[in-house]
């Protein structure tokens, strides 16, 4: 079998094409089938690892150590696979595989094209993952009618050429706007975006329309008969307060059968509602206690750039029936250590830079005197190191190579495979590394395991020469990998008090909490782990 779904989107940017998309992949799981998504985007960036998270929100990490866009966070949590450099595409990387072909003479003296040899590339990777899954769905990233996304859309229109119609279903989402003025929902964006779509050669099969009200018939019927696409195939997707509820609602609107029928496809098993009932009953739970968890970070104001952890802290706490508040606090903040007052719980996330620095040591120091449950994450941890340098062992000044590179105390250094590295695209310490956990430790209480592999960015580690000094004051490194480079500490006589140089968020799943982040909110729930 090799079917192909394809996600445009129109009108306007962040619809939620990702969230469409991933949805459509459960419902065809519950079906029985094998699904993966494969995301293109437009921009000339080779991959998001160098972008600001302010353009880009968070940089999601793959096994392989792709750095990817945050939607394949989505596809892997909604479809609970593995995903890898197969599954993020970007213009930049394309042209750069194409140019390097030329340069290699491989077009042996043609005049090198976006069609042709563009295209080609682009069809090459939407068939990249067509031996190991029976669908992939291809997001395709930006809004029909950008200049942009041109070459991914025309690759698409010659792909439906060269392929079985029953192959390919394209799916469009598109916004129906709610005028307040007139108190009316309105269809123009959406004719529109479709006739732009129509015209490059993509016939939608379904429209799913973004909307804050309910379409009636008649609207559905109008987009219909504008868009040239059946009534039944007019979708409603209502604003949802968990994304986990969307495949219901879709699947309530025939959507899965609706494709099935249009790719020519048989279930291969009864479906099966137990993920619907599960998902309901921890959102619907009534969550009668309540937490509120303080991120300290650089990017207050923008969720996108935590959206890992974000979903870890609110997949761990329903998990255990409790609902977390996430108060994001910008470390810069004046009012710091005030606004930290009204939390139970202190994470502070990675990042790059000097900017916040001093904040979140503070931070750190307010939860290790205090007792209130931390978690640190790979910048997180290495920050809780300087803290107990600086304040536990008086090491004065003690600071990351990244931050001051003549510090006295460099407790925190480069990696020495990091050292000759100039270019900065792709080159960090990336992807899964495996690491041994120490029995008797809070690390192993997580766990429960002593071997773990955890996905990892980041080019500086905690100095192997400082671990003496920091282990008489309090600090014990829990978890090394190969024996020598420290990958989880934790603060002897803290209830919960942890830094990991890796990435737990990206591997939390709904209905399968990571470890990590559930301790941390038992913790933070005061229940023993
Ligand atoms: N800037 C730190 C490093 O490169 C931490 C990276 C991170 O938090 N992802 O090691």
Request: hydrophobic share 40%; net charge positive; glycine share 4%.
């Given at each position: 079998m090799e079917k192909y779904i394809f996600i445009t989107g129109g009108v306007v940017s962040s619809l939620g094409k990702g969230i469409s998309g991933a949805s459509i992949g459960k419902l065809l799981q519950l079906h029985g089938f094998k699904v993966t998504m494969i995301k293109f985007d437009p921009y000339i960036n080779v991959d998001p690892g160098t972008m600001n998270p302010y353009q880009h929100g968070e940089v999601f990490v793959t096994v392989d150590g792709t750095e990817s866009d945050l939607d394949l966070g989505t596809y892997e949590r909604f479809l609970d696979i593995y995903t890898s450099k197969a599954n993020t595409n970007t213009a930049g990387d394309i042209y750069q595989t194409v140019i390097n072909k030329e340069r290699r003479g491989d077009y042996g003296g043609n005049t090198v094209q976006v069609i042709p040899h563009i295209t080609d590339e682009i069809k090459k990777r939407f068939k990249a993952l067509k031996n190991n899954f029976d669908v992939s769905i291809i997001e395709i990233g930006g809004t029909i009618g950008d200049i942009e996304s041109l070459p991914f859309i025309e690759a698409a229109r010659q792909f439906q050429l060269e392929n079985r119609k029953e192959d390919i279903c394209n799916i469009?989402?598109?916004?129906?706007?709610?005028?307040?003025?007139?108190?009316?929902?309105?269809?123009?964006?959406?004719?529109?975006?479709?006739?732009?779509?129509?015209?490059?050669?993509?016939?939608?099969?379904?429209?799913?329309?973004?909307?804050?009200?309910?379409?009636?018939?008649?609207?559905?019927?109008?987009?219909?008969?504008?868009?040239?696409?059946?009534?039944?195939?007019?979708?409603?997707?209502?604003?949802?307060?968990?994304?986990?509820?969307?495949?219901?609602?879709?699947?309530?609107?025939?959507?899965?059968?609706?494709?099935?029928?249009?790719?020519?496809?048989?279930?291969?098993?009864?479906?099966?509602?137990?993920?619907?009932?599960?998902?309901?009953?921890?959102?619907?739970?009534?969550?009668?206690?309540?937490?509120?968890?303080?991120?300290?970070?650089?990017?207050?104001?923008?969720?996108?750039?935590?959206?890992?952890?974000?979903?870890?802290?609110?997949?761990?706490?329903?998990?255990?029936?409790?609902?977390?508040?996430?108060?994001?606090?910008?470390?810069?903040?004046?009012?710091?250590?005030?606004?930290?007052?009204?939390?139970?719980?202190?994470?502070?996330?990675?990042?790059?830079?000097?900017?916040?620095?001093?904040?979140?040591?503070?931070?750190?120091?307010?939860?290790?005197?205090?007792?209130i449950p931390f978690l640190g994450i790979c910048l997180g941890m290495q920050c809780s190191v300087i803290e107990v340098s600086r304040n536990l062992a008086k090491l004065k000044n003690a600071n990351s190579t990244e931050f001051n590179e003549n510090t006295e105390y460099p407790v925190i250094k480069i990696l020495d495979e990091q050292k000759e590295i100039k270019y900065k695209g792709g080159t960090m310490r990336l992807g899964n590394y495996k690491s041994e956990v120490k029995k008797g430790t809070l690390a192993y209480n997580l766990y429960e395991n002593t071997e773990i592999e955890e996905r990892h960015r980041h080019r500086y580690e905690m100095n192997p020469e400082f671990i003496d000094i920091l282990e008489k004051v309090g600090l014990l490194v829990s978890a090394y990998h190969k024996g020598v480079l420290p990958e989880i500490i934790e603060m002897k006589g803290h209830p919960f008090f942890i830094g990991v140089q890796f990435h737990p968020e990206f591997t939390s799943r709904p209905l399968k909490a990571h470890p990590i982040f559930k301790g941390f909110i038992k913790a933070t729930l005061r229940e023993g782990l």
């Open positions: 469009h989402v598109t916004l129906v706007p709610y005028v307040a003025g007139a108190n009316e929902l309105k269809t123009k964006p959406t004719q529109h975006s479709v006739k732009k779509l129509r015209e490059i050669g993509i016939p939608p099969s379904m429209i799913i329309c973004r909307t804050e009200y309910k379409l009636d018939d008649s609207l559905k019927k109008k987009i219909s008969l504008f868009c040239d696409v059946d009534e039944n195939c007019v979708i409603e997707a209502l604003d949802s307060p968990c994304i986990y509820f969307i495949p219901e609602a879709l699947h309530k609107q025939n959507v899965d059968l609706l494709i099935l029928e249009k790719l020519n496809m048989e279930p291969i098993k009864r479906f099966d509602k137990k993920w619907f009932v599960k998902i309901k009953s921890l959102s619907e739970f009534e969550f009668n206690r309540k937490i509120n968890i303080a991120v300290v970070g650089k990017y207050a104001t923008l969720k996108d750039a935590y959206k890992s952890i974000d979903e870890s802290l609110n997949i761990a706490a329903a998990e255990l029936n409790a609902k977390a508040d996430i108060h994001y606090i910008d470390a810069e903040d004046e009012n710091l250590i005030k606004k930290l007052r009204d939390c139970n719980a202190i994470l502070v996330p990675g990042g790059f830079g000097n900017r916040g620095i001093e904040g979140k040591i503070k931070s750190i120091t307010y939860a290790r005197k205090n007792k």
